[in-house]
Every structure is written in structure tokens, then in C-alpha cells.
T-cell receptor, first 111, second 113 residues
Framework: QKEVEQNSGPLSVPEGAIASLNCTYS??????FFWYRQYSGKSPELIMS????GDKEDGRFTAQLNKASQYVSLLIRDSQPSDSATYLC???????????FGKGTKLSVKP | AAGVIQSPRHLIKEKRETATLKCYPI?????VYWYQQGPGQDPQFLIS???????DKGSIPDRFSAQQFSDYHSELNMSSLELGDSALYFC????????????FGPGTRLTVL
């Protein structure tokens, strides 16, 4: 059974700080990794995808992947109150592309 | 930019009734995925279609069925509804299965009374 683990939080950071979200996965053969943001009652919104080891930056977001440690992280710089949401880590579940999600980390950015 | 469209957005049914959820993927996306998200839970994969053929199956009950039509829209049919089927149902689409970036629709909130 493939698993994706995240700390459920809540993770609370002050406005302007860096928020660090972490995720581990069980299947060493996984190839695709994603971070989704989900506001309460809304649909998951794709914010980052990463496929190879190292860092990938997009605006205030940086995804980091370490396949040897089976670890994915998301850094949010200059956190804003509007970043307050649940962040879901997702990993490809097989050759046909379905995603396996972690249970999400709830982030709260305090003004 | 066009997004995934789902209808209806809200649906209330009685136990043992049937429901049909519809999904219209982003134009030129040929792969559709269905997920179920219960309260406080992460999305659980149900079923997917690639080029109108079922490509993968997850934790979908036998009471549920789905298909993808020639225009790539997909429908999820749910029969003999149970209270536990109350959840958010999301459809996601992607342009193929290689990179697998999936874009989610707004969801259908199904309430079974």
C-alpha cells in the first residue's frame, strides 16, 4: 500500500516569514510529486510539480525533492494571510497517473 | 483560461437513490480522474479514463460506474446511495498521463439523507 505522510499541523507562522511543509512517501519508484493548496470546501489547486532531485522555484514557492530520502518539501517565502489553507502533498500512484495524497498540513499565517 | 467544469455543484439525495455527476475536462485534455473527499479527509482516487477507455481503478464501490464519452466529458453514476457516500466528488483532468499534472474541477457536494 503506497503511502504519503504529512504532519497535519496546524502550522502557524507570522506574516512575512518562511513556511516549511514536509512530506515523505513510501514508494521508492514514484516519479512525480505535487503540492496542492486547498481552501476549506474548495477544490485542490496545483501550485507546484517536481520530477527530479533538487529545488524548483516558482515565485514565492520552492519545492525540494530528495528521492534517496523519499522526501518532498515546500517552502513558502514571505507568507501572506491568504496562504492560510491546507497543503496537500501528492505522489503518482502508478503508471496510469492517479495521485496518492497525504492528509494535508493546515497552514495558518498570522497578520 | 478554461477550467474543469463539474455539474451539479450540489446534490441532495435520499438513501437508495441514484445520482449522476458530470465532468467536462479542460479542452485538449484527454485524461479524466475522479476523486472522493470525505469531511476532513484527503482525496481518494476512484477511477480514471484515458482516450475514452478506463485506465485505472481505485477504491470505487461496485455500486458506482463511470465512463468517458467521445467529447471527453465523463459521468460518474452512483446507485443505491448510502449515507457514507456523502462527500465532495472531484473530477480532474490532465493532458495525457506522462507528467500527470492534474487540474481539479470545483467539485460536486453530494449529501445523502
Amino acid at each position: 500500500q503506497k503511502e504519503v505522510e504529512q504532519n497535519s499541523g496546524p502550522l502557524s507562522v507570522p506574516e512575512g516569514a518562511i513556511a516549511s511543509l514536509n512530506c515523505t512517501y513510501s514508494d521508492r519508484g514514484s516519479q512525480s510529486f505535487f503540492w496542492y493548496r486547498q481552501y476549506s470546501g474548495k477544490s485542490p489547486e496545483l501550485i507546484m510539480s517536481i520530477y527530479s532531485n533538487g529545488d524548483k522555484e516558482d515565485g514565492r514557492f520552492t519545492a525540494q525533492l530528495n528521492k534517496a530520502s523519499q522526501y518532498v518539501s515546500l517552502l513558502i517565502r514571505d507568507s501572506q494571510p491568504s496562504d492560510s489553507a491546507t497543503y496537500l502533498c501528492a505522489v503518482d500512484g502508478g503508471s496510469q497517473g492517479n495521485l496518492i495524497f497525504g492528509k494535508g498540513t493546515k497552514l495558518s499565517v498570522k497578520p | 483560461a478554461a477550467g474543469v467544469i463539474q455539474s451539479p455543484r450540489h446534490l441532495i439525495k435520499e438513501k437508495r437513490e441514484t445520482a449522476t455527476l458530470k465532468c467536462y475536462p479542460i479542452p485538449r485534455h484527454d485524461t479524466v480522474y475522479w476523486y472522493q473527499q470525505g469531511p476532513g479527509q484527503d482525496p481518494q482516487f476512484l477511477i480514471s479514463f484515458y482516450e475514452k477507455m478506463q485506465s485505472d481503478k481505485g477504491s470505487i464501490p461496485d455500486r458506482f460506474s463511470a465512463q468517458q464519452f467521445s467529447d471527453y466529458h465523463s459521468e460518474l453514476n452512483m446507485s443505491s446511495l448510502e449515507l457514507g457516500d456523502s462527500a465532495l466528488y472531484f473530477c480532474a483532468s490532465s493532458p495525457g498521463t506522462d507528467l500527470n499534472e492534474q487540474f481539479f474541477g470545483p467539485g460536486t457536494r453530494l449529501t445523502v439523507l
